[in-house]
């Protein structure tokens, strides 16, 4: 039998205390999607709308003169996401009211039976989350139990913001 001596507990809780304190200095070094889009974006590129973002409706009201940041309508971006197995991709359509989201569709095209599975209860599960809710103030991270389908969500959302601003 082969016996271990245990590590005191000021020394188990300092070697956690680093490893969580090297997560958070590891954390503060990523970007989001936003970031680097802004950051990789130059002005003439942004005047254009984006090949996956396209707008399917037409402005209802003049945003701008009611103080809205986005013109009202209905838009559909493409939003892709990474799982252990694929890369899966989403295409979102909201509907934009005085900067609220109305309406929201989400359909997918899943390349595994997991991400079949996690796609429709996310899709069962987002009208429920964003509708009635801001644009701005919209960030999905998780689901009907499905966290991965958000990030593909979230990059479409941002397209969308960027085709739909005033």
């Known amino acids: 039998m082969i016996r271990f001596q245990e590590v005191p507990r000021p ?86 009211a005085d900067d609220v989201i109305t309406a929201v569709e989400v359909t997918g095209d899943p390349q595994k039976s997991e991400s079949k599975e996690y796609q429709s209860k996310f899709i069962g599960g987002i009208s429920d989350v964003v509708v009635g809710k801001s644009i701005d103030e919209i960030s999905v991270d998780r689901v009907a139990g499905s966290s991965l389908t958000s990030g593909g969500f979230n990059q479409a959302i941002e397209e969308i913001k960027t085709e739909a601003a005033a």
């Not at 090949?51 to 209802?60: I, P, Q, R, V």
Request: net charge negative.
């Open 11 to 96: 020394a188990r809780v300092g070697a956690a205390l680093v490893g969580v304190a090297g997560m958070l200095a590891l954390a503060g070094c990523s970007t989001t999607p936003a970031a680097e889009a802004e950051s990789t974006t130059d002005t003439s590129a942004s005047a254009a709308p984006s090949a996956s973002a396209s707008s399917t409706g037409s402005a209802t009201t003049d945003a701008a003169a009611s103080g809205s940041a986005y013109v009202d309508g209905s838009y559909t971006a493409e939003g892709s996401y990474s799982t252990p197995e694929s890369v899966e991709q989403i295409s979102v359509t909201v509907t934009l």
